[in-house]
Structure formats: structure tokens, C-alpha cells
């Protein structure tokens, strides 16, 4: 008996299915994303044939009895990149790398390809790039691996089957939005192709216990391209970040089942590619000026690394009735508390200026921990009162004006230490977590308030060093 067809209306946003079309989604709110797609409905009888092969096929075992083999996980020779995915590629995940057009996605794949080819066979299938022009890429960034296969095709039956004959140890697909199933009448790219070829190669991936990675578009408002389900599918998300118009480029972790989400790998773009950057606040603080207001360093801690970034703030008189706010790498709805927060207790009028923050180098800045350096930026410029260039400051600033402790003090206070600071403004509330040997060697300042931390930055203080 032949299948039955049936015809949907799938949202190209979020997935959300219905019978009939809908001018705006009652799933996401967006106008004309309903799209039609005939699906083909598999007789019961073939169904339950399946459904009893699967049972007989799949059986649980018990926790204990499921050995571990000493090798869990493959490194990638980036330590960047393997300090994102938590120590190296787990045997059988799904790792799907986002990014804007142009950020580095498939360049990063092709050049771990070199060391994985060391002693691993790799298959890369692209649906974009023919198999010359993938040879001419790998050419310029030295990937010349005798055990990388590459594969120039968009059928996932047909890559599911090469994957099953050749059983490779890694495999990288670029991208998923190019993939179709055969099966489906909906075109490449739709919510229904992205999620049901994401599935084929997860199941696949699972049962031969290997490892692939997915690249996946964007859309214009930075998320994956097609339904958020697809983040649920896969082990590990990882995403680019910055502007194709810098060198600097930071992947983080937004999802990872084998790892922590709060580590961040940095990388600088060079002609021959990706190259890792050991020491990320050296190069986010290199060309910072001198004797300038409106600009104050922070550390911010990205999983169990310190990072020191320069935050510049700008306060100029407003041409309009209402002042702007803008805010390039930092929560706007955090700078308007913040703002709020120094005209009502701390006396800093900002209601009749326009108020501007920066964070340097592209880095998005998401701790409380930076509010006290967003603040004195702020104060700074408004006073146009330059503030020391050797010191660095951390706090949560609090509703009251008060600041308050953050946690991992100890490991911001040695990080200034080592780049050269002798100046660190901190919650008073943390010095009793720093030993008397890091006081040695850079003067710690412990604030209650804002107008007591800038008074420290300014050097008018007539705080004692703590």
C-alpha cells in the first residue's frame, strides 16, 4: 500500500506546526514564517514492523556493567578549543559550531584536521565547497593529512551510508543547512530537513560511537538557523563570536554535556588561519591610552580563567530631550541600572547627558563582577577626571550603591599582579580571601561604595592601603 501524504504548515523560526496557515506563528510571534511542507505518513503496519526491530536491536544495561575505556577523548592541538569542549572530543558527540558568515566556522574544522590526521581517519563532507576548491583551502592553511578524506555531497542518506562503510574516527559535516532528505519533500535549509538530518546523524553517531561536527548559519538575529530544537539534539554547542572586521575571535560554549558552559576559547584570524591566543588580556589591553578619561580596566572570570578587558565610557551632552544610552558588549538594561544607580545614590548626574560603553576587542562582558569598572568609566568621563593606569577594579554594585563581594578574588587579584598592575579596587568584603603574600606586591583597596572607589582610582583618597 503506498504512503499517504500529508501537508503542514511549518514555522521557519521555531518549528511550530499546524493544518492550516497562519499569517503571524501562535508559536513565536513572527509574521509570514508559516511555510507549507508535504510529508509522507508510513503505513501502521510497516511502523510496527520497525518498532519490533528497534526493540529486539536495543537492550539496557545496567551501570555498572558499561566499561570505560582509558582513551575518552581525542584532543584537538588547540588547547583553546579543547578547554571549550571540556578536555578534548568525547567518543560519539554531537558538537554543532555556530557563527556569523565568514568567523572562521570551517576554518577551525580544517585546520584541527591536520593534528586529528595524525593518527586518526577523518571524513569531511561539504555541501558548499566542491572537492578542488576544499583542496585549495586546505592548501593555504598547510592541512596536507593522509587520513582526511573529504566528500563533496548533500544527501544524508548517502553520507550515512559512506559513514557506515568506512567507519571513520571523526566526522565533520559543513554545513547542516545544506543537507537533504530525500524523503522529505521540503526543501534544503527548512526546519524539517535541519532537524530530521540532525537526527540521522545523531543516531548514527551514537551507535558507531563517533564523534561529528556540525556547522550551522545563523540568522540575523545570531541564533542558529531553523527551530531551537536543533540546539537540543546535539551534545555541545559551541558559537564564534566577534566582528569579521576584527582579528580576534572568541568561541563559547552555550551548551556542552561533557563539559563546563562558562569556558571561552580566544583566537586571533592570520592569513594561515586560526591561531590561538595564550594570553587573552595582554592583547585585549594593548594599545589602551594613557592619561584619557572615560576608560577603566576590568577582570572578568570566563569559567576558571581571568580575563582583563578595557572598558571605555563616554558621557557628552544630549542634543535631544530624551538622552541616549548605548552599550557595545554589555547589557544595556545593566547599564541603565547602573546609571540609575549613580545619579540617585552616589550624586553622578547622567539624566541630561548621553552616556556610551565599550567594551575593547569585541569581548561580551555578562559577570556583576565588571559593574564596578562600568561605573567608574562612566564617572570618569563625566568628570573628565582621568583615572590610574595601573589599576584594575571588580565589585557588583548593588541598588543601594553599595558594592559587594564576587567570588574567585584570589584568582583576578594574582592576574593583575602578573600583567603589572599595583593597584586593585575590590569589595571590602573580599580582602579577608587574600592572603598577606599577594598584598605584596599590589596595593588593595577595599571599597564600601561607588564614590569611594572612584576617589581611589583618582588617587584623592584618604583610604589607608589595606
Not at 503542514?8 to 509574521?31: D, I, N, R, T
Not at 541630561?352 to 561580551?364: E, F, I, K, S
Amino acid at each position: 500500500m503506498p504512503a499517504k501524504s500529508k501537508s503542514l504548515y511549518v514555522c521557519s523560526e521555531c518549528g511550530f506546526e499546524s493544518a492550516k496557515w497562519y499569517g503571524k506563528c501562535p508559536g513565536c510571534g513572527q509574521w509570514n514564517t508559516m511555510n507549507e511542507e508535504v510529508r509522507q505518513i508510513e503505513p501502521a503496519a510497516k511502523a510496527a514492523v520497525r518498532s519490533e526491530q528497534y526493540r529486539e536491536r536495543v537492550r539496557p544495561l545496567l551501570l555498572r556493567d558499561i566499561a570505560l575505556q582509558d582513551e575518552q577523548r581525542y584532543h584537538t592541538g588547540l588547547s583553546e578549543l579543547d578547554r571549550v569542549l571540556g578536555g578534548g572530543i568525547v567518543k560519539g558527540s554531537i558538537v554543532l559550531l555556530g557563527g556569523d558568515p565568514g568567523i572562521g566556522k570551517s576554518t577551525i574544522l580544517l585546520q584541527i584536521c591536520q593534528y586529528l590526521g595524525q593518527q586518526l581517519r577523518i571524513l569531511y563532507v561539504s555541501g558548499e565547497e566542491s572537492q578542488r576548491q576544499l583542496k585549495l583551502r586546505a592548501a593555504r592553511l598547510h592541512v596536507d593529512s593522509d587520513n582526511l578524506y573529504v566528500m563533496a555531497e548533500t544527501d544524508i542518506e548517502s553520507i550515512i551510508e559512506q559513514i557506515k562503510a568506512d567507519k571513520p574516527d571523526v566526522v565533520m559535516i559543513d554545513s547542516i543547512q545544506t543537507m537533504n532528505l530525500s524523503q522529505l519533500n521540503s526543501s534544503p535549509g527548512s526546519v524539517t530537513q535541519v532537524r530530521e538530518c540532525t537526527n540521522a546523524l545523531m543516531r548514527t553517531g551514537k551507535s558507531l560511537e563517533i564523534p561529528i561536527f556540525i556547522v550551522g548559519h545563523v540568522n540575523k538575529d545570531g541564533a542558529i538557523a531553523g527551530p531551537k530544537v536543533l540546539e537540543h539534539i546535539v551534545d555541545a554547542v559551541l558559537y564564534f563570536e566577534g566582528d569579521r572586521q576584527m582579528t580576534y575571535r572568541i568561541l563559547r560554549a552555550v551548551k556542552n554535556r561533557y563539559g563546563s558552559t562558562n569556558e571561552i576559547g580566544v583566537f586571533q584570524m592570520e592569513g594561515n588561519g586560526l591561531q590561538e591566543v595564550e594570553n587573552p588580556s595582554m592583547l585585549l589591553l594593548s594599545g589602551r591610552p594613557k592619561n584619557v578619561s572615560g576608560t577603566c580596566v576590568a577582570c572578568s572570570m570566563e569559567g576558571t580563567r581571568p580575563i582583563l578587558a578595557e572598558i571605555q565610557g563616554l558621557a557628552t551632552a544630549s542634543s535631544f530631550g530624551n538622552p541616549r544610552r548605548m552599550a557595545t558588549g554589555f547589557d544595556y538594561n545593566r547599564l541603565s541600572l547602573i546609571l540609575a544607580v549613580l545619579e540617585k545614590r552616589a550624586g553622578y548626574f547622567f539624566s541630561n547627558v548621553d552616556a556610551y560603553l565599550n567594551v575593547v576587542g569585541g569581548l561580551r562582558l555578562d559577570e556583576p563582577a565588571t559593574d564596578l569598572a562600568v561605573a567608574m568609566a562612566l564617572v570618569s568621563s563625566l568628570k573628565d577626571v582621568a583615572l590610574s593606569e595601573d589599576a584594575v577594579a571588580f565589585g557588583e554594585v548593588g541598588l543601594a550603591g553599595e558594592i559587594r563581594s564576587v567570588p574567585h578574588a584570589l584568582a583576578r587579584v594574582r592576574e593583575a599582579a602578573r600583567l603589572g598592575f599595583r593597584t586593585c579596587i575590590l569589595p571590602r568584603s573580599n580582602l579577608k580571601s587574600i592572603p598577606e603574600a599577594e598584598r605584596q606586591s599590589i596595593q588593595l583597596y577595599g571599597v564600601r561604595d561607588v564614590r569611594e572607589a572612584f576617589a581611589c582610582l583618582t588617587g584623592d583618597s584618604a583610604h589607608s592601603r589595606v
